[in-house]
């Protein structure tokens, strides 16, 4: 069974960068998809980017162009590069594995693995 472990969150103000980190104990983690998502106070959890087993990648349009998600699969680790971060980007972020296979999701219920959370605050 894949664990995961978020790293990375912290503290910043607009404008600025932070690299979330993903770090995957299991077997198989380069076989799997997978995701980062995030949950802001009062709000659900919502989708924010994917990555296939091949290096596939998708975004949500409120962070394209503005976040990298990328995977050393020698290193079983997964990365979010979140630059000109703004207040709205203010939440609890987690990463999602789906080691079931099949095709990466942007939904909730395609991943049965999820990591704790690293929370994320962007202050004006």
């Known amino acids: 069974q894949v664990q995961l472990v978020e790293s990375g969150g912290g503290s910043v103000q607009a404008g600025g960068s932070l690299r979330l980190s993903c770090a995957a104990s299991g077997y198989a983690y380069s076989s799997y998809c997978m995701g980062w998502f995030r949950q802001a106070p009062g709000k659900e959890r919502e989708w924010v980017s994917l990555i296939s087993a091949y290096g596939g990648t998708s975004y949500a349009d409120s962070v394209k162009g503005r976040f990298t998600i990328s995977r050393d699969n020698a290193k079983n680790t997964l990365y979010l590069q979140m630059n000109s971060l703004k207040p709205e980007d203010t939440a609890m972020y987690y990463c999602?594995?789906?080691?079931?296979?099949?095709?990466?999701?942007?939904?909730?219920?395609?991943?049965?693995?999820w990591g704790q959370g690293t929370q994320v605050t962007v202050s004006s």
């Open positions: 999602a594995a789906d080691s079931r296979g099949g095709y990466c999701s942007t939904r909730i219920r395609g991943y049965n693995v």
